[in-house]
């Protein structure tokens, strides 16, 4: 058995499934390319675990493997690359949750949706039915 | 057209490497002397990004040698121009790769 197997095996339960077999095909080839080259007769116990130090890199690059897996994912990737932007913006994330946050009106059947009309660029907005009926009555 | 990854001096490394014949996961090991748990991650982004091709070795000459067959890098046109570049930004690493000296 080539040193170092026992670790590919283990760490390719780190890959992501549809990886697993081609990641765990590569490292076990290239520890027993390693091995073999060591000679039969020469082979000391300091040459087996030093293939098994090399061996263990095997580890971050599985990790590495799940972590992309993570990041391509459609969800994560959006909801880091929203907790970015707010961050670097600290302006408009102030604004946008101002602006979004829960009306805190006692009575919220108060509220329509207004929009205008004729211009090009139609724009929707909150107003209070009260300030709705004034504007129009103008 | 811009690029997608950062070349840093280990990826330039890398890229030199396999440029220079060194093809396989242990031998850019070797050949670099960067730490082993950075290669194969360069690897991986490299190939993900279409500058590396990986492909598995000729199986009747794993097969006369009794050993499983190896996965090799080559370098794809995108990989031969991000290549232009690292010669230009790291030309003391391009030096040694070429002759052996800085």
Known sequence: MVPGSRIVRCAARLVPARRREEWRREWEAEAAYAWRLRGDGSRSRLDALRLRVRVLSCVIDALWERKETMTMTGLFNDARFAVRSLLRYPTFTVIAVTTLAPCPSRTPTDWCPCSTWGAKDATSFPCRTASFSCTRSR | ?102
Do not use: C
């Open chain 2, 1 to 102: 057209m811009g690029r997608w990854f950062n070349l840093t001096y280990p990826t330039a490394t890398v890229l030199l490497a396999i440029r220079a014949g060194h093809r396989y996961g242990f031998d850019i090991m070797d050949a670099t002397g960067l730490p082993d748990g950075t290669v194969y991650p360069i690897l991986r982004r490299l190939e993900r990004g279409g500058v590396l091709e990986g492909a598995w070795e000729d199986e009747a000459r794993a097969r006369s040698e009794q050993r499983p067959r190896r996965r090799y890098y080559r370098l794809t046109s995108v990989g031969d121009e991000a290549l232009g570049e690292v010669i230009e930004r790291f030309p003391a690493l391009h030096r040694i790769f070429e002759t052996g000296t800085a």
